[in-house]
Structures are given as C-alpha cells and as structure tokens.
C-alpha cells in the first residue's frame, strides 16, 4: 500500500482486501478457526493503517529504502520501512510494527533505541541532516511514537555503536 501511494495510487479498503486475499495462504493456519482469527487480525491492521494513513499529510519518498554506509572498518546495512517527506520538507522516518505495544518504548525511552538511531544515522550518512522524526507505528493499536533525533543524541549513539561493535568483536 505504501509503494502504491508513493507512486500516487490511492488503493481503497476493499482494493487492499484483494490484494490481502491474493497472498493468503489457508495452509499455513492449523484449523479454519485459526485462520479466521488471524484474518480478523490483519483487517484490524489494515483498518488501522488506513486510519493513520488518511490523517498522514507527508509524502512517501521510498518504501523499504536500503541503507549501507561504512562505520569504521564495518559497514552498516538495512532497510527502511518507509521514508517520507513533510510538508516542510524535513524527512521522517517510519518502522511499522505489527506487534503488542506492551513491549514499545514510551515517548521519553525511544530516544535510546537502537533501530531509529541507526535510521537515523543513516538518513544523516546518506544526506547530510538528521530525519526530522524516526517514529515506530504500532498497527495493532495505531499507536505512533516519534523521536526526533538531535545532533548530540546521533553523537552519542555513535560512540554506543562502536562500544556495542567492540564488545561482539
């Protein structure tokens, strides 16, 4: 659904229940009931995505952006869930989840994230500013939780980067 909007398709509710059924593999559940349960889950996910998604007033700039820069003799490589654009011009980062919020960071913890820090340098390494936000969405409970990166935060988490690359080396 993202790579459609980021080409300007504008994919309905039921245009989605299509593509979702398209790709659905009954034999992968253990009964009828199972497969029920987690089809009534991914419409939950798909409801909430659209929610978020008609109240999002950024531009999607690319959808699973891979990412590699070196990091001292190491390099770093990933993938970006989706990068947008503001109306500002600011880019924001979003990693979807589609899991239980009761494992998410709060809004004062998320700053010591390692994935969005790591986004985040890498949106710096690839175009020389921080993201204006790099921000998990929770799907399941359309829970939204932004980070907006400072230069010392990145600092920081360089120095944590290369202490975590010592200590597994």
């Not at 798909?46 to 700039?61: G, I, M, Q």
């Not at 947008?84 to 913890?109: H, I, Q, W, Y």
């Amino acid at each position: 659904l993202s790579k459609d909007r980021q080409k300007g398709i504008d994919r309905s509710r039921e245009d989605a229940i299509a593509i979702l059924k398209a790709s659905w593999d009954a034999s992968a559940y253990t009964s009828k009931k199972q497969e029920d349960e987690y089809w009534a889950k991914a419409l939950g996910l798909l409801d909430n995505y659209f929610a978020w998604e008609s109240a999002n007033r950024n531009t999607v700039v690319e959808v699973e952006r891979r990412f590699s820069f070196p990091f001292g003799d190491h390099p770093m490589r990933g993938k970006i869930d989706r990068l947008e654009r503001r109306p500002d011009g600011r880019l924001v980062v979003v990693d979807f989840k589609t899991g239980s919020t009761s494992s998410a960071p709060s809004r004062n913890s998320v700053r010591e994230e390692i994935q969005l820090n790591l986004y985040a340098l890498a949106i710096f390494e690839e175009f020389g500013e921080l993201p204006a936000e790099a921000a998990y969405l929770y799907l399941k409970e359309t829970k939204y939780i932004p980070y907006a990166p400072p230069p010392e935060t990145v600092t920081t988490f360089r120095s944590r980067l290369d202490e975590m690359i010592g200590n597994v080396l």
